[in-house]
């Protein structure tokens, strides 16, 4: 099953960028649709964007305009960019994989923390 690799976190002055990186290895990347979540301290992890089969992309309210999923098959890796970032944003970020048309559960990676000073 495939494995995820989250990285590209950091510390980022409110209004700054990031860009997370999610490699996936022991599968074959182009089987699985990618989705992006964040937990924050003491609330539950929140979905933040998602693949969706037909290849668009579904984002929730707070990341649209600011956030964009990308990825590159040839490197195994999905991207997650973040712009105007702010202090509400604080989080661990995670990807996950869901397989095209199988009922197996998604598979997570281990999570990259985002730190925004107030």
């Known amino acids: 099953q495939v494995q995820l690799v989250e990285s590209g976190g950091g510390l980022v002055e409110p209004g700054g960028s990031l860009k997370l990186s999610c490699v996936a290895s022991?599968?074959?990347?182009?089987?699985?649709?990618m989705g992006w979540y964040r937990q924050a301290p003491g609330k539950q992890r929140e979905l933040l964007a998602r693949e969706l089969s037909g290849g668009k992309i579904n984002y929730v309210d707070d990341a649209n305009g600011r956030f964009t999923i990308t990825r590159n098959n040839a490197k195994n890796t999905v991207y997650f960019q973040m712009n105007n970032l702010k202090s509400d944003d604080k989080a661990v970020y995670y990807c996950?994989?869901?397989?095209?048309?199988?009922?197996?559960?998604?598979?997570w990676g281990q999570g990259t923390q985002v730190t925004i000073p107030t």
């Open positions: 022991g599968g074959s990347f182009s089987m699985y649709v």
């Open positions: 996950d994989a869901v397989e095209r048309c199988s009922t197996v559960p998604p598979r």
